[in-house]
């Protein structure tokens, strides 16, 4: 069974940064690590859809929606099966839960953004900018 948990999750004045972590264990993961699977955060904020914010794939290759690049960066550690999101210069409009993702393909690439691509998700953790 897989399971995946978030970690890091807060509240912060806008300008500020948290580190989300997410553990994965069980699965496929037990046998190969998440190295050679795509994953990624997602959040939704109320009353809007969940959206993808940062993605990675089996090379380590990223991709960012526009609203964070330049402040978050999506890395992994394989060997402790354990993706972050390192979040800076946080603003207002970054409050939401946020989810990590996997996506169980070996050898995956390139970096997946749609939600729907993803078969295994964390409970979510939320993150509160403050102005």
């Known amino acids: 069974q897989v399971d995946m948990k978030e970690s890091g999750g807060g509240s912060v004045q806008a300008g500020g940064s948290l580190r989300l972590s997410c553990a994965a264990s069980?699965?496929?993961?037990?046998?190969?690590?998440?190295?050679?699977?795509?994953m990624g955060w997602f959040r939704e904020a109320p009353g809007k859809e969940r959206e993808g914010v940062a993605h990675?794939?089996?090379?380590?290759?990223?991709l960012y929606a526009d609203s964070v690049k330049g402040r978050f960066t999506i890395s992994k550690d394989s060997a402790k099966n354990v993706l972050f999101l390192q979040m800076d210069s946080l603003k207002t409009e970054d409050t939401a839960m946020y989810y990590c993702?996997?996506?169980?393909?070996?050898?995956?690439?390139?970096?997946?953004?749609?939600?729907?691509?993803?078969?295994?998700w964390g409970q979510g953790i939320q993150v509160t900018v403050s102005s």
């Open positions: 069980g699965g496929p993961v037990s046998l190969y690590t998440i190295s050679p699977y795509c």
């Open positions: 993702a996997a996506l169980y393909s070996h050898n995956c690439v390139p970096p997946r953004v749609r939600a729907s691509h993803y078969g295994h």
């Open positions: 990675i794939d089996s090379r380590n290759s990223t």
